[in-house]
């Protein structure tokens, strides 16, 4: 049992490229979450998600696509990266019923130069 | 914004209790209390959950008050490796406009001193 999954661990980018971070769960959850942590800072909502073909906006949105096509995957996208969205991106994903608990990736450190 | 608030820092002694406290004075009936830990840059940690009553684990201590407007994670014996930033969140049920948004504030960072 994998749990939650994140593609890559490390990325470097170029200020304007484009990428896309993969979040993979194998838990059979519908919720997915998306978050950023900038050094010394919390974690702050991007997107996330309650089911397959859903989507929705969280804290700090802009410049970020998400798509869940599959219940099981939720992918973040960067279409212009820029130096602000240096950060350590987090993936969680939880079961709908109350009182389950969120399951964290282990992260992505990506930095756009 | 997040629906609780945290003192930015505390200090522990190896060997004592920690007691980091959390506000959440506009939960719902029907709203968990969780807390979690980020130790360095991975991902947080589940420690431990509750809506009403008091609850235990292998890890920590959950303490509710009556009104269920503030909370107390309490960690027995604390060591070197409980430091980390320590996040609680509180979060309702799915349906009826439910807490899906799970926002984080800032934490709790916890020093335990030798």
């Known amino acids: 049992n994998a749990g939650v999954t994140q593609t890559p661990k490390f990325r470097v980018l170029k200020t304007g490229q484009s990428m896309t971070l993969l979040c993979a769960q194998d838990m059979n959850h519908e919720y997915m979450y998306w978050y950023r942590q900038d050094p010394g800072m919390g974690l702050r909502l991007i997107h996330y998600s309650v089911g397959e073909g859903t989507t929705a906006k969280g804290e700090v949105p802009d410049g970020y696509n998400v798509s869940r096509l599959k219940k099981q995957n939720f992918l973040l996208g960067l279409e212009s990266a820029a130096p602000s969205q240096t950060s350590v991106y987090f993936c969680a994903s939880s079961a709908w019923r109350p009182g389950e608990k969120l399951f964290f990736g282990s992260g992505t450190q990506l930095s756009v130069l | 914004d997040a629906k609780t608030t945290q003192p930015p820092s505390m200090d522990c002694a190896e060997g004592r209790a920690a007691n980091l406290p959390c506000n959440h004075s506009t939960i719902s009936g029907n709203e968990y209390v969780y807390w979690y830990r980020q130790i360095h840059s991975q991902g947080p940690q589940y420690i431990i959950h509750g809506l009403k009553n008091n609850e235990t684990n292998e890890m920590a201590s959950l303490i509710i008050t009556e009104d269920r407007k503030s909370s107390t994670l309490i960690l027995p014996h604390a060591t070197l490796r409980d430091t980390a930033v320590y996040y609680c969140?509180?979060?309702?049920?799915?349906?009826?406009?439910?807490?899906?948004?799970?926002?984080f504030g800032k934490g709790t960072k916890l020093t335990v001193n030798p």
């Open positions: 969140i509180v979060r309702g049920p799915p349906t009826q406009g439910g807490s899906e948004k799970l926002v």
